[in-house]
């Protein structure tokens, strides 16, 4: 899987995202309709707020989002999506070691 992801020409590492720029993007983005899958949720948001939500995950703040809204919504959405699909693989392997690890630190009895 590819660790770097371009927007509007400029080049960001997923690796370097950090928990607190999470949560400042998820502030950012707020609530979702019930809106059946990612694209339907990303395609109720305006493009600004797409932008500063990918600003606050890659700068902690939402400088670069006018860099950002120079390119196009569509863009943007993919962008997130990009992201989202890379941490959720990353948040799977690290559940399933911790699992492993509590069943050998205490099996359960049956």
Do not use: H, W
């Not at 080049?11 to 609530?31: T, W, Y």
């Not at 860099?67 to 990009?82: F, S, V």
């Amino acid at each position: 899987m590819d660790e770097t992801i371009i927007i509007n020409g400029c080049s960001f590492n997923l690796k370097a995202i950090k928990i607190k720029n999470f949560v400042l993007a998820g502030e950012c983005l707020g609530d979702f309709t019930t809106a059946e899958n990612v694209d339907e949720m990303l395609a109720e948001k305006d493009k600004k707020t797409l932008c500063d939500a990918i600003s606050f995950l890659f700068a902690g703040d939402s400088s670069l989002s006018d860099a950002l809204c120079e390119g196009t919504k569509d863009d943007a959405i993919e962008a997130l999506k990009q992201i989202a699909l890379y941490y959720q693989s990353l948040f799977k392997r690290a559940s399933l070691m911790a699992k492993s690890v509590s069943l050998i630190a205490a099996k359960p009895k049956i």
